[in-house]
């Protein structure tokens, strides 16, 4: 699986659990693909050629924005959407949190059918 992290997080946190993961997952940051103020609407589009691709995105906005949510289903990927309070807490508590978390993130983007949104919180719980 691919996972593709949008510009609320850091780059070197997708680059380090890309480190972590593969070769049998791959983790992309945004800024990998597309330059740094590419509109969430037009990368989701763009990624929508690509099926395998699971989203990370720390912008709960793209889940009540109507365009963004027609993007989103457009592009057909599974999403993990973080709650309020990830993007509030310091690089080195993300980088824990998620490579404790990121092993259930992995196994709920295989076993749901793709096109999934998901929440996590703070604390790892994937809803």
Do not use: Y
């Amino acid at each position: 699986m691919r996972f593709f992290f949008d510009n609320n997080l850091a780059p070197k946190l997708a680059k380090s659990l890309n480190v972590l993961v593969e070769p049998e997952h791959q983790v992309v940051h945004l800024k990998d693909r597309f330059a740094a103020n590419t509109p969430d609407r037009t990368w989701m589009l763009a990624l929508a050629d690509e099926p395998d691709w699971v989203i990370i995105s720390g912008d709960v906005r793209i889940s009540k924005n109507p365009h963004e949510i027609e993007a989103w289903k457009t592009a057909g990927h599974t999403t993990f959407f973080l709650k309020a309070g990830w993007t509030n807490i310091s690089f080195w508590d993300q980088a824990q949190k998620f490579v404790k978390c990121f092993p259930e993130i992995i196994a709920t983007a295989k076993k749901d059918k793709r096109g999934s949104m998901f929440f996590v919180s703070v604390n790892g719980k994937i809803s």
